[in-house]
């Protein structure tokens, strides 16, 4: 069952984006879970208005944020509804709990105003929260009003329909930070489907048979980068303290990613889904641009 935070409240803390969904489902599962529950939310006058629903039992508060403190009262559902009503616009999420040895966990899983997940780290006890080590992907959004969730409601996040894919080295994580402040979140990656089938040993019409199967069911939009200038792709490679083998055969994947795209693009298999980006020679501005580019006439087109 809920159990309130009234008065007084400390809300420092870290928030996160996280980019890469098989890292983040692996963290998430290694953590104990302390409590889950729907929160609707909605805006006056420089208040929060929230309803905790835990299974059908409802709570209600009043919240002002005020500086690093929150001063929440609690309320009764007529206020709450006659707030939700007027305002005909709330931000809906699940609210999952987790603990990390001495960090607290909040997992927000949005689906008004559009779905994506939040993570909001803070501190249990005196541990410091610079202290927390955010797993791979986790992207730190802390002090972006964009991800405040007054502006949220307000319609500052932009998109969330992209996956970013290509070889390593290409700057896929660099451009999905670059995006991540202007309120684009992008997936890095989709390992399930795209990354995994990308391989030498698989025939391009298996591969690209899963992949146009893949398209039919998403709702989403697939943009390629690939970099054709070898030596700058091997430069960035090779600063890497630690390299793979995919690390080490980076141009070789690019050159593979390349070719599948235009195999499905000249078997008209792109479905207006798969898009390509090409970066060579292009500064992280100048790609970055590029790949907004696509996305914000995507959504345009879904609207």
């Not at 780290?121 to 959004?141: H, K, M, Q, S, W």
């Not at 319609?155 to 080295?169: A, K, L, V, W």
């Not at 970066?279 to 790609?287: A, E, K, V």
Request: charged share 30%.
């Amino acid at each position: 069952m809920v159990e309130l935070r009234l008065g007084k409240i400390n809300n420092e803390e870290r928030k996160f984006i996280p980019t890469k969904k098989e890292f983040f489902e692996e963290y998430i599962n290694g953590l104990k879970k302390i409590e889950e529950y729907e929160l609707i939310q909605t805006f006056k006058d420089g208040y929060k208005y929230r309803c905790y629903n835990d299974n059908g039992y409802l709570k209600f508060t009043r919240n002002k944020k005020m500086g690093n403190i929150t001063d929440v009262r609690e309320i009764d559902e007529k206020t709450f509804n006659s707030v939700l009503s007027e305002n005909k616009k709330c931000i809906r999420k699940v609210r999952k709990y987790y603990h990390d040895g001495n960090f607290e966990i909040d997992v927000d899983y949005f689906s008004e105003p559009l779905n994506f997940i939040l993570v909001e780290v803070a501190t249990i006890g005196e541990e410091p929260l610079e202290n927390y080590e955010p797993p791979r992907g986790f992207v730190e959004v802390t002090g972006n009003e964009i991800y405040e969730n007054s502006n949220i409601y307000n319609g500052s996040i932009i998109s969330n329909r992209t996956i970013i894919e290509g070889t390593d080295g290409v700057g896929k994580s660099t451009t999905i930070e670059e995006l991540l402040k202007q309120g684009i979140i992008c997936q890095d990656r989709c390992m399930d489907v795209i990354s995994v089938n990308m391989l030498f040993d698989i025939s391009m019409e298996e591969r690209v048979k899963k992949y146009q199967n893949y398209l039919k069911k998403i709702d989403k939009t697939v943009i390629i980068l690939v970099n054709n200038d070898k030596k700058e792709l091997e430069r960035r490679i090779n600063t890497r303290t630690k390299l793979s083998e995919f690390d080490k055969q980076a141009y070789e994947y690019n050159i593979l990613y390349l070719k599948t795209f235009n195999y499905m693009k000249e078997h008209n298999m792109l479905m207006n889904k798969m898009f390509l980006v090409d970066t060579t020679n292009l500064s992280i501005d100048q790609q970055t641009e590029k790949v907004k580019e696509i996305i914000l006439c995507q959504d345009t087109m879904s609207i």
